[in-house]
């Protein structure tokens, strides 16, 4: 995306040369030309311009407002116009001001005076309205099914490592050993989230307020339904002053769009906190490091780094959107032509992100399983399991609790781990401790015991996987 401020050179000084009334006598100062324009960003609607353009002149004919013969010369010359923006002929500089003006502009080039017609009954306010609607509604649809394919790489690192256990933390402390692919499956859980809170949002994005004119409605008896219809909207706005100045569905999308990348952050710091030397969980295969300029041994987590370091600018996107809205009266305000850089910025982001994010997953992420496994065996992890294992003979857990902090002390002044006890070493601590106390804290044991719903048994991880799958289908 161009985001760069235009430079003013390009803007020309014929006062006729303007998209608005002739009450203008002089031209616009080059510097305000360029400062007023957005067509340097907002060209990136022109298809969803076309097509609303086009649903718009079908109504005109529909409603006998425009002869079909027109109509149907308007609509070839929005084809054109798309054609020649496909093939990078139509390069619009910023004396067109916006992509709505460069669009009339090209079209009464094309076919004339007919061309003039178009923008019967509507103004840029509705049109621009309707257009971030339908770029938002098609955005949306593709970044759900990104999710879907980063939530199926997700599953499919989860079925290779339903047996490889990681230590689980809490406060980054060592808690209790997990299976990595329930470990895993909690990101999908987030992302099923992500896509079904897109879902919900495309509902209220799905509303046509094309038709209702500047802020007032318009004299002509034009039939909202119908183009409603023909783009696909599920609705209509049902109040004009509302309609034209609404973005609470931007503000809605930038709020969801800011959780994926939280939730891609979080993932992002683990992989990064995992291949670093002291963790050693993970290796990063080649095709998804980086090197260093200088340090020839270093191989660097880039990818997951970039990631969480763009959440930054969604964030502030999101931020930005509520403050412009924030003052605004009604109806629309020229600061509402700030909400597309945001809007396009973080889709752009998200976009690269979950496809950076599932490549990873896919190719990038070589677990060292025996690392993992001497990390479960060689910490405290299992003490819990000592203090169920007292409780489920009846020792009341706080003071079973207590038990077992005093063993772990006696351990580590001794430099032991609680597998390595002698059987009447445990039993100075409690007479109930049996052989089975081996078996119980063995760290796999540990694990499986966790079968309670939603826990990181692999009875449990094995049903959450069939799940995911078949959400995925
Ligand atoms: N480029 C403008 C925008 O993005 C289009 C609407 C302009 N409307 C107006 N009344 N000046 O908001």
């Known amino acids: 995306m161009a985001s760069s401020f235009p430079s003013a050179s390009s803007a020309k000084a014929d006062p006729g040369d303007q998209p608005w009334s002739q009450r203008f006598e002089s031209a616009l100062n080059p510097v305000i030309a360029a400062f007023n324009a957005s067509i340097h960003f907002d060209i990136a609607l022109i298809e969803y311009d076309l097509t609303g353009s086009q649903a718009h002149v079908q109504m005109l004919t529909h409603t006998g407002i425009l ?37 009339e502009r090209r079209l009464i080039e094309l076919i004339g005076d007919t061309g003039k017609k178009l923008h019967t009954g509507r103004s840029r306010n509705d049109q621009v309205g309707t257009d971030i609607r339908l770029y938002l509604r098609d955005q949306i649809h593709q970044i759900r099914h990104q999710i879907r394919q980063f939530q199926q790489a997700l599953v499919s690192l989860a079925e290779d490592h339903i047996q490889t256990l990681i230590p689980g933390y809490t406060h980054l402390q060592r808690a209790q050993p997990v299976s990595l692919a329930h470990h895993l499956l909690a990101y999908f859980e987030m992302a099923e989230r992500d ?218 002044a001794e430099g032991k781990l609680l597998k390595d006890l002698t059987l009447p070493e445990w039993q100075r601590f409690h007479p109930q401790f049996t052989e089975n106390i081996y078996t119980a804290i063995a760290p796999e044991q540990v694990v499986a015991a966790r079968n309670s719903f939603g826990g990181t048994g692999f009875e449990q991880v094995q049903q959450a996987i069939e799940v995911a799958r078949s959400q995925l289908h």
Not at 280 to 303: E, R, W
Not at 337 to 366: P, R
């Open 67 to 103: 002869p079909a013969a027109e109509a149907n010369a308007i609509t070839e010359g929005l084809e054109r116009i798309r054609q020649e923006y496909r093939q990078g002929q139509f390069q619009p500089g910023i004396e067109a001001e916006d992509v709505h003006f460069a669009v």
């Open 195 to 412: 896509w079904q809170r897109l879902g919900e949002i495309q509902q209220r994005v799905n509303i046509s307020p094309l038709g209702l004119g500047a802020l007032a409605g318009t004299p002509f008896p034009i039939d909202r339904h119908y183009t409603a219809q023909q783009l696909g909207f599920r609705d209509l706005y049902r109040n004009s002053l509302d309609g034209v100045s609404d973005r609470d569905f931007a503000i809605e999308f930038l709020c969801a769009a800011s959780l994926i990348m939280v939730h891609l952050s979080r993932l992002a710091e683990e992989v990064i906190l995992w291949a670093s030397e002291e963790f050693g969980f993970v290796k990063l295969s080649d095709s998804c490091a980086t090197g260093s300029s200088i340090m020839p041994q270093k191989k660097n987590p880039d990818v997951p780094e970039l990631v969480r370091g763009k959440s930054g600018r969604v964030f502030g996107h999101l931020q930005s959107l509520l403050v412009i809205m924030k003052g605004l009266p009604l109806a629309y305000n020229k600061d509402l032509q700030e909400d597309k850089e945001a809007i396009f910025d973080s889709v752009i982001t998200v976009k690269a992100c979950l496809e950076a994010m599932t490549i990873l997953l896919s190719e990038g992420l070589e677990f060292q399983v025996s690392r993992l496994q001497a990390a479960v065996g060689e910490d405290f992890s299992n003490a819990t399991d000592v203090a169920d294992y007292l409780a489920a003979k009846g020792v009341p857990f706080r003071d079973a609790y207590n038990i077992v902090g005093t063993l772990v002390k006696a351990c580590l």
